[in-house]
């Protein structure tokens, strides 16, 4: 099967200017999320969706960042304004969904999208 | 809340045994995952616990303790490819929350 896609794999703005990623999740993965990785640290959840739904935000600067999942498949992350402390990489990561058995629920990760923030 | 706790840095010896533990404080506890980071790469899925006990796969084996919120990984004959980071994440709650430590960056020396 093919696994999750995102792009771009890297962009670099200036602060202030705006940013979107763009996500597709492994086919028929129903929960969705986007992790902020800052260089040194580990994955940080920004949000998750269940199908169209968001699930969890509570970590999301909402002042600047924005997410959808309009047809429960794609998804896409936007950062409007930038700051220096966004530079880090996006990464997004999908499971199959829950009360399944342990092997179908693996966290599975794309690339990520590295951003620069000058 | 989720508090995780796991060593910033390890070194070992190539073939040699390292264990590299984490401990957590997790409401709605349901599972613990173990991720292999390299540099400049993605995370990928090592191992996963549900149940107290020892899961064996390969030269890794991983650990979990529910009562006392503890795990570890171990990694045998340890090879050079091996240096990475090694990241803990529970899951919980009904939807799946899946949370992350800092990571453990493992140095594999000769």
């Known amino acids: 099967e093919a696994g999750v896609a995102q792009s771009p794999r890297y962009k670099i703005i200036e602060k202030r200017q705006s940013v979107a990623f763009w996500c597709n999740p492994i086919?028929?993965?129903?929960?969705l999320y986007w992790y902020q990785q800052i260089l040194g640290q580990g994955p940080k959840l920004l949000i998750q969706?269940?199908?169209?739904?968001?699930?969890?935000d509570s970590q999301l600067p909402k002042d600047r960042f924005s997410a959808e999942r309009l047809k429960g498949v794609d998804s896409t992350l936007k950062i409007q304004p930038a700051k220096l402390e966004d530079s880090a990489v996006y990464l997004c990561?999908?499971?199959?969904?829950?009360?399944?058995?342990?092997?179908?629920?693996?966290?599975?990760f794309g690339a990520g999208s590295r951003l620069t923030v000058l | 809340g989720q508090n995780i706790d796991q060593p910033t840095e390890m070194t070992a010896t190539e073939g040699a045994i390292v264990q590299i533990n984490c401990t957590y404080q997790?409401?709605?506890?349901?599972?613990l995952f173990w991720y292999q980071q390299h540099a400049g790469e993605a995370p990928t899925f090592l191992s996963y616990?549900?149940?107290?006990g020892l899961e064996e796969k390969g030269r890794f084996s991983s650990f979990l303790s529910r009562s006392k919120g503890y795990s570890y990984l171990l990694l045998k004959e340890l090879q050079m490819k091996d240096s990475a980071s090694y990241l803990c994440?529970?899951?919980?709650?009904?939807?799946?929350?899946?949370?992350f430590g800092t990571g453990t960056k493992l140095q594999v020396i000769p």
């Open positions: 997790t409401s709605g506890f349901n599972g």
């Open positions: 616990n549900v149940l107290d």
């Open positions: 994440a529970p899951r919980s709650g009904g939807y799946q929350k899946v949370t």
């Open positions: 969706f269940q199908n169209n739904g968001v699930v969890d």
């Open positions: 990561a999908s499971i199959l969904g829950y009360g399944l058995p342990s092997g179908a629920n693996v966290l599975t």
């Open positions: 086919s028929g993965h129903a929960t």
